[in-house]
């Protein structure tokens, strides 16, 4: 059943789990998510990035293909469907287009500039039962041209945001996207653990949940983490899978041609690293 993010990350935070994020790119990810939160019966959050989006044919296009999917394959677990690192104008027609919750990174603005805008796409989101996430602290990396080198989140500005009415609150906290480099020295929890005491029961989100050691993640779930973005790792799975397929000459047997099945052994790939995500968030039969 389609919903807003909200009920699902405040039962998270009261049951010491994460809802995973994962980042959709097409039929194949979208059904792959779906049916692996189906059965775990699992929460799922399926993450759209602008350029994502653009590359699926809209907002309307998205929107209308997860709907009729949630129908047709009589996904009966919370789903919500949540812009990634929203504009402005992106949120607004993400939400006119009729996504359930948005993302909207004012982290490149001034922190009062931050707020304001903040809290205009939390006036439109309110009156539309959208919940709205807003970020503090550029994440690291780089996602579908949105650059943030690592900055760790100043706790007050995190509770200043928090405090505007947002359903929960991305705070950097030396968390990257993509995979993380060799020297990276890991998050900062005690920074994490300040935005807590700060901010309450106030669903916290992490970005980058590519590569982050098990460990970490449950560190970070014990400190108020609720939702946890994947991307990367999916990719990574589906090109692998894909490139195998292609290297075995599957490609030349019969109608191995066939997109359902050149696609077939990436949209397993996808499955499972869902699957281990949410064994590892916890979120398996919490729906």
């Given amino acids: 059943m389609l919903v807003n993010s909200t009920q699902m990350l405040m039962d998270a935070v009261k049951g010491k ?25 699992s929460p799922v959050i399926l993450g759209v990035s602008e350029g994502a989006g653009k590359y699926m044919g809209g907002y309307r296009a998205i929107v209308g293909m997860v709907k009729g999917m949630i ?56 009156n539309m039962g959208i919940s709205v996430e807003a970020e503090v602290g550029a994440i690291g990396g780089e996602e579908d041209g949105v650059h943030g080198a690592g ?83 999916c990719q990574l799975a589906f090109a692998e899978a894909t490139r195998k397929y292609f290297e075995a000459g599957k490609d030349l047997e019969g109608k191995g041609y066939d997109p359902r099945k050149v696609l077939a052994p990436g949209f397993e790939a996808i499955k499972k690293t869902v699957k281990d995500k949410m064994e590892i968030f916890g979120s398996i039969n919490k729906a």
């Fill in 151 to 233: 900055e760790i989140a100043d706790p007050q500005e995190c509770n200043m945001i928090a405090n505007l009415g947002v359903q929960m609150l991305a705070a950097g906290i030396g968390n990257i996207h993509g995979k993380y480099p060799a020297n990276w020295k890991g998050l900062s929890f005690d920074v994490l653990e300040k935005i807590k005491n700060l901010t309450g029961d106030m669903p916290l989100v992490l970005h980058g949940g590519t590569g982050i050691p098990v460990d970490m993640i449950e560190r970070a779930i014990s400190l108020g983490v609720a939702k946890i973005n994947v991307n990367t790792e």
């Fill in 71 to 126: 129908e047709d394959l009589g996904i009966d677990i919370p789903v919500s469907i949540h812009l990634d690192h929203g504009s402005y104008e992106g949120a607004k027609k993400a939400m006119e287009a009729g996504f359930t919750s948005v993302m909207f990174d004012g982290s490149k603005y001034a922190i009062d500039e931050n707020i304001e805008k903040t809290k205009e796409i939390i006036a439109i989101a309110k």
């Fill in 17 to 41: 789990y994460a809802v995973g994020h994962f980042n959709i790119n097409n039929l194949e990810w979208t059904k792959a998510v779906l049916l692996t939160a189906q059965e775990n019966k």
